[in-house]
């Protein structure tokens, strides 16, 4: 396993700062609340993401190979949920009182909201398979990994939201900028799902 931290390492930070659900939210909120209202997303995200990983690694996914119902499942209610979240985004335009607009994620929702991650799924299932045996060390050492990269990536992501906030002076900036969000966030579930479009 000595071998294998340093990619492990690598793909842990990749997969944790590019472009995905997490991020683009956390773009949303720091853009329209600033970095603060932040840290509940990212924290809850901290809490969740080692237990969900370790999950996966002692035996989910084999679980999911054997009933890929269950998966099928799980995928379209997490799928479901971020057109909501998608749609909700776009319902903010500037005014924090208006009622039903976007809001920031609770610590709760947060740590609930990787669960129902595709993204999320992706990273820990190719991390099993690529980088440990299932031995339980293995497993904790990659879910220790995807922990420390989650504040640092994904407050990069809330700090270029809350520096790009600066510029939406006006309900109109807001609303498109929002937009713009909300079709990136279909797009990574488009992305998501492609591999699997492209097998059948």
């Known amino acids: 396993m000595t071998a294998q931290i340093l990619p492990l390492a690598l793909f842990c930070f990749t997969m944790t700062v590019t472009p995905g659900p997490n991020n683009l939210l956390l773009t949303a909120t720091g853009a329209n609340y600033g970095y603060r209202r932040c840290l509940p997303h990212i924290l809850g995200a901290v809490a969740s993401i080692p237990v969900m990983a370790f999950v996966v690694g002692a035996g989910l996914g084999q679980v999911f190979a054997r009933y890929p119902a269950a998966h099928t499942a799980l995928d379209a209610v997490g799928s479901a949920y971020l057109v909501w979240l998608a749609w909700k985004v776009t ?3 500037g005014r924090v009182d208006r009622a039903g607009a976007a809001r920031p994620l609770t610590f709760g929702q947060a740590a609930l909201f990787q ?6 799924w992706m990273m820990y299932l190719g991390a099993v398979s690529l980088f440990t045996s299932g031995a339980p060390a293995e497993v904790l050492v990659m879910a220790g990994l995807f922990t420390v990269m989650v504040p640092p990536c994904f407050s990069c992501w809330a ?3 809350a520096a790009i906030g600066r510029f939406l002076s006006t309900p109109a900036r807001v609303r498109a900028f929002n937009w713009a969000l909300a ?9 998501a799902h492609a591999p699997a479009a492209l097998a059948r």
């Open 91 to 93: 319902r903010f335009d």
């Open 115 to 120: 669960w129902l991650n595709p993204k999320c």
């Open 159 to 161: 700090l270029l939201g």
């Open 183 to 191: 079709l990136l966030l279909l797009a990574t579930l488009a992305w």
